[in-house]
């Protein structure tokens, strides 16, 4: 190999491992970004914060029943980074409730059968410090729209 072929390679390698750090940011910054987003997106109309700091807002209300943080639900949801690039779906997943985020498990419990919530999860109340593998980004908060549709006793 050339010494121009392999700083070439070496210089893309170097760029690629860059752009992968970018994409997972900076952990202190995204704490920043999230906490003012949700401080901004809490005088919207129709946002609701828990004392947790949990905000959300009703899309459609539902008559069902109401499940508890021991309950089985179903769900289809949609999750979202609050820069808007989404990042996970699901359409009839069923799960514990108490086996999910926290911010999910106080938010679902919100919620009776039929209705459609559009949570905003302070990172505290998602993945935290950690994020979640490759795909969640340490400290962020995220964006979810949750219709419940079953709920599973």
Known sequence: MTRAVWLRSFMGAL????????AMGNPEENKKQGEAFLAE???????????????????????????????????????????GGEFDSGEGISF???????GWTEGVQLMKEGAKYRFFIPSQLAYGENGA????????ALIFEVELTKVNR
């Open 15 to 22: 760029l690629a491992v860059s752009l992968i750090g970018c």
């Open 133 to 140: 593998g490759r795909v969640i980004p340490p400290n962020s």
């Open 41 to 83: 997106n809490a005088h919207k109309p129709g946002i609701v914060t828990t004392p947790s700091g949990l905000q959300y807002e009703i899309l459609q209300e539902g008559t069902g029943n109401q499940p508890t943080a021991s309950d089985n639900v179903t769900v289809n949801y949609k999750g979202s980074f609050i820069t």
């Open 96 to 102: 514990p409730l108490s086996g999910v985020i926290p």
